[in-house]
T-cell receptor, first 114, second 115 residues
Framework: AQSVTQLDSQVPVFEEAPVELRCNYS??????LFWYVQYPNQGLQLLLK??????LVKGINGFEAEFNKSQTSFHLRKPSVHISDTAEYFC????????????FGTGTKLQVIP | DAGVIQSPRHEVTEMGQEVTLRCKPI?????LFWYRQTMMRGLELLIY????????DSGMPEDRFSAKMPNASFSTLKIQPSEPRDSAVYFC?????????????FGPGTRLLVL
């Protein structure tokens, strides 16, 4: 079975500063990886996903993530955050092949400070 | 496209009452998922349908919970009888197919409070 760990439950960062949200996964087989964002009182929406190919994945709103197989990581980065990026971010993993349950991390709350 | 539609958006009920949550997936999507989100347990998958057939209900907490998908454009999640520990935000999500790295599209959620 797969699992995903988001070590940071909250990350405060000043506006226009860079940010990295960490995600590590555990699986003995190939995986697909996702980052979803949840704004207050809304459902989750996809930021980006890694399926195959280039390990650097670019998503919406200037976010990007890098798949590192040796480190089993998929950290999310943005070079300069805005107030509007204040939200909760979820890393998710699913196994490659057929129907596979998507496992979500516990989420990281990004607090952008003016 | 209107996206995934859920109703009601908020529900307050008393312990022991029946609660029915509704979901309309995105047109053309074949897979539908029900999730529950709480502070303590995070986001949990309750049940998954593919082509209106329940495929994985291992996350349904107990017999008080039931879900149906009578057609491709409608699903319900019912709790009977409801208990205070069922208080949570319930999300419905749909995707064009399950697996294969498909994106799940989430509805706005139903915030349930059981008193």
């Amino acid at each position: 079975a797969q699992s995903v760990t988001q070590l940071d439950s909250q990350v405060p960062v000043f506006e226009e500063a860079p940010v990295e949200l960490r995600c590590n996964y555990s699986s003995s087989v190939s995986v697909y990886l996702f980052w979803y964002v949840q704004y207050p009182n809304q459902g989750l929406q996809l930021l980006l996903k890694y399926l195959s190919g280039s390990t650097l994945v670019k998503g919406i709103n200037g976010f990007e993530a890098e798949f590192n197989k040796s480190q089993t990581s998929f950290h999310l980065r943005k070079p300069s955050v805005h107030i509007s990026d204040t939200a909760e971010y979820f890393c998710a993993v699913t196994l490659v092949g057929g129907y596979q349950k998507v496992t979500f991390g516990t989420g990281t709350k990004l607090q952008v400070i003016p | 496209d209107a996206g995934v539609i859920q109703s009601p958006r908020h529900e307050v009920t008393e312990m022991g009452q029946e609660v029915t949550l509704r979901c309309k997936p995105i047109s053309g999507h074949n897979s539908l998922f029900w999730y529950r989100q709480t502070m303590m347990r995070g986001l949990e998958l309750l049940i998954y349908f593919n082509n209106n057939v329940p495929i994985d209900d291992s996350g349904m907490p107990e017999d008080r919970f039931s879900a149906k998908m009578p057609n491709a454009s409608f699903s319900t999640l019912k709790i009977q009888p409801s208990e205070p520990r069922d208080s949570a935000v319930y999300f419905c999500a749909s995707s064009s197919r399950a697996g294969g790295g498909e994106t799940q599209y989430f509805g706005p959620g139903t915030r349930l409070l059981v008193l």
